[in-house]
């Protein structure tokens, strides 16, 4: 099937992830049947962007306003805007007859009547969708892949994860100032050899990490760790799964860590967890004892890199996982493409 | 009592901090009978470092060889040597005629014939010594005071801890290391605007965290993270403790943070965690709802930090906290100098 794509918010950080991996996708895998229309603020609009493909060489392609009207005539949407742009163009969307809004805001995610999909976890949910999916927060969508296979196979009783979050999960803006904060510290650092810790901003990202990530619940939870938690559930279609979190920024560019401790309902054995973990085809195992995947490796690749898989004695059947991805990738773009394919190859479009 | 003390390895980062401490100390605490006497190489032997305290003013120390000889007529030996240097010569001190030995490294720490000691946690096992109390590692010291007074309260079941621990753990040259690194990484990011993560080591410490502290036991384990088992095991008295750790190096110059998941034999409620914890001397609680410590807030200081201590629903009697601490401080030079201080006391040397 020959699809019309959209993207809105396409001069965003993962818009950007988006329009490259598009351009490396091949046409037997999702067959676009013009260049993808891209859609942007009103102060985008207008700008050039370049873009080339094995179908569309060397094209370039002019971001428009993000007006509903101009939406008219598209099959898909992928929707890469924050929450306000898309709570008010993602309907609008539907009804000018876009027939699949693939959203990757935080807006729909809990709403009983948006299935919430990872490609690899609940692929099944794309079919009842009524014309939105949504993807996962991207700390989420690197947690539910090993979680449901593991589910799977050895039942999951509890689950008590720990972040370290990339600052490009805080747009490119965030990348900007980590860097530019870090110069500061580094010129205090050389001028005053005996300092050890050097404060250049209120929040600061650079040589520091920070326990907040989006703002505060009532319940001492911040939004972040909520979404972990809520999502987790409802792609495992498991409402009351015992689940924590803590969600931490931490000062690296691209690419989220995980600490993952997993109490089982059932026995196992070390092999076991590491078979079921490579069969999922979205999973790198790093499985050679004295290998671990950190960051710097997984930026810029597709795997969700799981090492550091061991037995945790503190409890019946319990596993710490260590678990990186790039969150621009897994955690956005690359689920948002993958669901479009999906949705095609499952006659959902 | 006036005492008579030696610092081993005077020319690192810990006894660089100890000195600090020292000249803050005030006489009617710590009752020093002659500026402290410095030890290290053979290669600072010679080395003269400025010492202002209000007995000693303005003095000048000349450091000397660590020699066995050159211990002679000491009460007390601070050792912040590495292992084998520890090992060789803290036997020789108490042949010497040193009534005690702190030492800071990890060589007798797992020794049942040593007390193994965080003043704040387990004060009473200094008693029992025979020349020689070791202080435990960096990231058990902020992890075993909050436990200790949790588990007086409430029983502790089992915890789960994951660190974001700073590269200062591993020495000047690592702090030194990271801003070399950093620079790199920040050259390349300036160049090319559209690098996500830029690797510039093997062993990279900058935009990149590192799962491994230490080397890999057999078990899967690292080192560091046995050590917080094993060290809070025997602190706490408790050599079935369950508990499990995942120790991860962050790019923070000084400040190690701890997420610490705690599940407890009795109910409780969050005003009486809180309570417990504000109890001891050496926590500071961050109990308002927006407030939480970072790094760049406890380097320097000497309390412990704790906050975001929030109810884990996810298994009965569980919390969350989050805990952070000057590891050059509470981890190291401050602990050993509180052992100094509270053996005098306890009439202990």
């Not at 609008?92 to 729909?108: H, M, N, P, Q």
């Not at 490609?119 to 991207?138: L, Q, R, S, T, Y």
């Amino acid at each position: 099937m020959s699809l019309k794509l959209g993207i809105l918010g396409a001069t965003g950080k993962v818009g950007g992830e988006l329009l490259k991996l598009l351009e490396q996708w091949s046409p037997s895998e999702l067959d676009l049947a013009e260049p993808p229309r891209l859609f942007g603020t009103s102060r985008s609009a207008g700008k050039k962007i370049k873009f080339n493909s094995v179908k569309f060489p060397n094209t370039e392609i002019t971001v428009q306003d993000s007006q509903p009207e101009n939406l008219k005539g598209l099959d898909v949407l992928i929707s890469c805007a924050n929450g306000e742009v898309s709570e008010k163009l993602t309907p609008e969307a539907i009804r000018l007859g876009v027939k699949l809004v693939v959203d990757t805001d935080s807006f729909y995610r809990m709403d009983p009547e948006v299935p919430l999909v990872t490609v690899g976890a609940n692929d099944e949910d794309i079919d009842w969708h009524k014309g939105i999916i949504a993807g996962p927060n991207c700390s989420t969508a690197q947690l539910i892949i090993p979680l449901k296979v593991l589910n799977d196979a050895f039942g999951i009783k509890r689950v008590v994860v720990n972040t370290y979050q990339s600052v490009s999960g805080a747009g490119k803006a965030a990348m900007d100032e980590l860097m530019s904060q870090s110069k500061r510290v580094q010129e205090s650092y050389e001028q005053s050899a005996g300092l050890q810790q050097i404060r250049v901003a209120e929040d600061q990202f650079a040589f520091n990490v920070i326990p907040k990530i989006s703002k505060f619940l009532d319940n001492g939870y911040t939004k972040e760790e909520w979404k972990v938690i809520t999502e987790s559930r409802k792609m495992l279609h498991s409402p009351e799964l015992k689940i924590t979190c803590t969600a931490v920024r931490v000062p690296v560019l691209v690419g989220h860590s995980e600490s993952i401790n997993i109490e089982f309902l059932s026995s196992f054995n070390l092999n076991q967890v590491i078979s079921v973990l490579k069969s999922s085809p979205e999973i790198q195992v790093w499985d050679h004892p004295e290998m671990y995947p950190m960051p710097v490796d997984a930026a810029g690749t597709n795997p969700i890199h799981v090492g550091r898989i061991r037995i945790d004695e503190s409890a019946p059947n319990a596993i710490n996982i260590w678990v990186v991805a790039d969150n621009l990738l897994i955690g956005a773009a690359l689920n948002a493409i993958r669901l479009v394919v999906k949705a095609s190859e499952r006659g959902k479009i």
